[in-house]
């Protein structure tokens, strides 16, 4: 990848996946891209918090066989006090300095070797903001039936409240040029950061693309822990965003100017120009 290639920023929010989270990591430090990783424990109780410390302080050697590819750089933060996804996140966006931001979660639902596709509309110029599918036909992981009534359920509330036509609003993987994510103030704490940013998003009236991509879903046994009680937070938050007062849209850039058109000349100049013009139709011949 060449040196101007463009640096993302991972941000991954960790609470209690040490069954997961090395291999997750070695996963992520394998996709050749230059990255960031900005991991924010938020007070794990089951180990995590030990890895990541051992993480910041003797580098990813302590991944055992993990082969970083590219350029890779890694940041770990804690948390005080639990306080949730939403809250995780927050932080970790005011700390990347990449290019591109992408959210990453610790589990193994959804597969880094997927981030340089699901960007690339960024790259590309086209995107500010991807949203990565799992309905748009890659392959899954067959689970819950009421999850997935759940998921259209809310997709389609936040459609409506949003004008957006999007497949998958629940998706982890949600990438944003870096101006984009800066810009935004997340209030949310838990699950409800999904509906809120991307209201916000389309409040912002910036150019959002999906992208299809692959999920391997979790059981509860197997460490899920998304529950009906954040379901209903979501269906809160969706509500809430939309009537919520919210600053003027984003205002378009202007048209940039052909070349060959000469610059626009000043009041003064114009003023000059037309008492001089005068002045030469009153000038006998």
């Known amino acids: ?18 069954a997961t989270l090395a291999e997750l990591l070695r996963r992520v430090v394998a996709v050749d891209m230059r990255k960031e990783l900005v991991l924010v424990d938020d007070c794990s109780t ?20 993990a082969r970083p590819s590219n ?3 890694v940041r770990v933060l804690f948390q005080s006090v639990n306080q949730g996804k939403g809250a995780a996140l927050r932080r970790g966006f005011q700390e990347a300095t990449g290019d591109i931001v992408i959210v990453q979660d610790a589990d193994l639902e959804y597969d880094p070797r997927e981030i340089p596709r699901v960007i690339q509309p960024i ?3 086209d995107a500010d903001v991807v949203f990565g599918s799992r309905f748009t036909g890659t392959p899954r992981r067959v689970l819950f039936y009421w999850h997935a009534v759940m998921n259209g359920l809310l997709t389609t509330l936040s459609n409506m409240t949003s004008g957006l036509n999007l497949t998958d609003m629940e998706t982890c993987y949600k990438a944003f040029r870096r101006e984009v994510i800066k810009s935004i103030t997340i209030e949310e704490d838990r699950f409800g950061f999904e509906p809120e940013i991307t209201a916000k998003v389309a409040r912002g009236r910036y150019r959002v693309y999906e992208v299809p991509i692959s999920y391997h879903g979790r059981t509860y046994e197997e460490g899920k822990k998304i529950g ?8 809160y938050a969706i509500f809430k965003f ?18 060959s058109a000469p610059p626009p000349r ?3 100049a114009a003023a000059s120009d037309a008492a001089s013009s005068r002045a030469s139709a ?4």
Do not use: F
Not at 1 to 18: C, H, R
Not at 48 to 61: H, I, K, M, P, V
């Open 46 to 65: 089951d180990g995590c918090r030990e890895l990541l410390q051992q993480l910041a302080s003797e580098g990813l050697s302590v991944l055992g066989p």
């Open 123 to 125: 790259v590309d110029g």
């Open 71 to 73: 350029e890779t750089a």
């Open 266 to 268: 000043s009041e003064a």
């Open 228 to 235: 009906w009680k954040d379901g209903v937070r979501a269906l």
């Open 242 to 259: 939309a009537v919520k007062r919210s600053p003027a849209p984003r205002k378009a850039p202007p048209p940039v100017p052909a070349l």
């Open 282 to 285: 009153q000038t006998p011949r």
């Open 1 to 18: 990848m060449p040196a101007s290639a463009p640096l993302v920023s991972l941000v991954i929010p960790v609470y209690n996946e040490k």
